[in-house]
């Protein structure tokens, strides 16, 4: 059975950082694209960053448009996971991060929660002002 395990989370005031780390149990991630989602109070959840193969390329990134240049995604291949590095956070990043797995090997990493069927329990990032 695979596993996701969330940590990191936490309390931080406006424009601070946060490191979040994600270690996968039961698959490894060489072939499976990874990435976070979160959910913010009252919303529907959404695609923060994933990462994967992308063609020659073994760790391809992608963003949401809302986080890019303040959040980066990388993988952490001693943990089996991946790690999401956020900086200058902002009251709207305010939410319940999830690590996610993608449901077959070779995918890429994209933003559409259908293409990921394994979810961790998430972690509570609330940034405050």
């Known amino acids: 059975q695979v596993q996701l395990e969330e940590s990191g989370g936490g309390l931080v005031q406006v424009g601070g950082s946060l490191r979040l780390s994600c270690a996968a149990s039961?698959?490894?991630?060489?072939?499976?694209?990874m990435g976070w989602f979160r959910r913010a109070p009252g919303k529907d959840r959404e695609f923060v960053a994933a990462?994967?193969?992308?063609?020659?390329?073994?760790?391809?990134?992608t963003y949401d448009d809302t986080v890019k240049g303040r959040f980066t995604i990388s993988t952490d291949v001693g943990k089996n996971g991946v790690e999401l590095q956020m900086n200058n956070l902002k009251p709207e990043d305010t939410g319940v991060y999830y690590c996610?797995?993608?449901?077959?090997?070779?995918?890429?990493?994209?933003?559409?929660?259908?293409?990921?069927?394994?979810w961790g329990q998430g972690t509570q990032v609330t940034v405050s002002s």
């Open positions: 996610v797995m993608s449901r077959r090997p070779g995918a890429a990493p994209r933003h559409y929660e259908s293409d990921y069927d394994t």
């Open positions: 039961g698959r490894s991630l060489s072939w499976y694209a």
């Open positions: 990462i994967g193969r992308v063609g020659a390329m073994p760790n391809y990134d």
